[in-house]
């Protein structure tokens, strides 16, 4: 797989674990803030179209919206 395709592979997860959760972007920028993430709405918004975040980011996202498991297939 090319790269382009494993980041849509890793947004598309996380934005389908942020649907299963009930978590919109806005919620998610609070709950990140209540760990001390600083994101704004707009930035995580941008991140995940553009499907290019870091893993940290990825797991301070998992985090934040109790996420204990994230299956790749």
Same mark, same amino acid.
């Given at each position: 797989? #090319?790269?382009? &395709?494993?980041?849509?592979?890793?947004?598309? +997860? +996380?934005?389908?674990?942020?649907?299963?959760?009930? /978590?919109?972007? #806005?919620? +998610? #920028? &609070?709950?990140? #803030?209540?760990?001390?993430?600083?994101?704004?709405?707009?930035?995580?918004?941008?991140?995940?179209?553009?499907?290019? =975040?870091?893993? /940290? =980011? +990825?797991?301070?996202?998992?985090?934040?919206?109790?996420?204990?498991?994230?299956?790749? &297939?």
């Amino acid at each position: 797989m #090319a790269t382009t &395709d494993w980041e849509k592979l890793i947004s598309n +997860l +996380l934005k389908a674990e942020l649907k299963m959760k009930g /978590v919109t972007y #806005a919620e +998610l #920028a &609070d709950k990140l #803030a209540a760990i001390g993430v600083e994101e704004k709405e707009a930035n995580i918004r941008n991140k995940l179209a553009r499907g290019r =975040f870091s893993a /940290v =980011f +990825l797991a301070q996202c998992l985090k934040a919206v109790g996420s204990e498991r994230l299956r790749l &297939d």
